[in-house]
Antibody, heavy 122, light 106 residues
Framework: QVQLVESGGGVVQPGRSLRLSCAASGFTFSNYGMHWVRQAPGKGLEWVAVISYDGSHKYYADSVKGRFTLSRDNSKNTLYVQMNSLRAEDTAVYYC???????????????WGQGTMVTVSS | SYDLTQPPSVSVSPGQTASITCSGDKLGDKYACWYQQKPGQSPVLVIYQDTKRPSGIPERFSGSNSGNTATLTISGTQAMDEADYYCQAWDSSSVVFGGGTKLTVL
């Protein structure tokens, strides 16, 4: 079945880096733009960034612009986010999410991963 | 930046109709969608393109979007519908979520 599985979360000190992965299965990954969405403890959903199906276009929320970088490896059906200069306010569950329609970058998300927790703390 | 505003909480009695609003400037000119999130779980899409239900979502969930307000309506609300609900919209370069509404069924 269609599935997204995030990994790579953990506890990291402020100012350090972390890379998250999202492994996709059950659909043609290379046809879809992919998103990261985060949720701080007890808070709402916050969109983080999107990468186009071929990696040629990337858009970021202002809160992470210049610190986070999205990439993807379509041969491995995997999405990545490299998070640098981490701050306490980046503490959140990070979800990857798939748009409902192929070839459309911004749309509703029909599939979400289970999320991976990132804690930024000294 | 574009903002979406939801009431923090809505209460409803079992079997009654719950309405959750989402307000944004000219939101009716965009598509809105809605997610349900239960504690410890990932969000689930319940309404997309303003009014459409994904397969597997009960018919008691419906949506509308006009003017500055999108609305999620749950008819005959059940205890299992107690959850947080988020609206979402997007433009050419970003996605926006509402702050979320906690639906209590009591």
């Amino acid at each position: 079945q269609v599935q997204l599985v995030e990994s790579g979360g953990g506890v990291v000190q402020p100012g350090r880096s972390l890379r998250l992965s999202c492994a996709a299965s059950g659909f043609t990954f290379s046809n879809y733009g992919m998103h990261w969405v985060r949720q701080a403890p007890g808070k709402g959903l916050e969109w983080v960034a999107v990468i186009s199906y071929d990696g040629s276009h990337k858009y970021y929320a202002d809160s992470v612009k210049g610190r986070f970088t999205l990439s993807r490896d379509n041969s491995k059906n995997t999405l990545y986010v490299q998070m640098n200069s981490l701050r306490a306010e980046d503490t959140a569950v990070y979800y990857c999410a798939k748009p409902q329609a192929a070839g459309i970058l911004f749309y509703s998300f029909d599939i979400w991963g289970q999320g991976t927790m990132v804690t930024v703390s000294s | 930046s574009y903002d979406l505003t939801q009431p923090p909480s809505v209460s409803v009695s079992p079997g009654q109709t719950a309405s959750i609003t989402c307000s944004g400037d000219k939101l009716g000119d965009k598509y809105a969608c809605w997610y349900q999130q239960k504690p410890g779980q990932s969000p689930v899409l319940v309404i997309y393109q303003d009014t459409k239900r994904p397969s597997g979502i009960p018919e008691r969930f419906s949506g509308s979007n006009s003017g500055n307000t999108a609305t999620l309506t749950i008819s005959g609300t059940q205890a299992m519908d107690e959850a947080d609900y988020y609206c979402q919209a997007w433009d050419s370069s970003s996605v926006v979520f509402g702050g979320g509404t906690k639906l209590t069924v009591l």
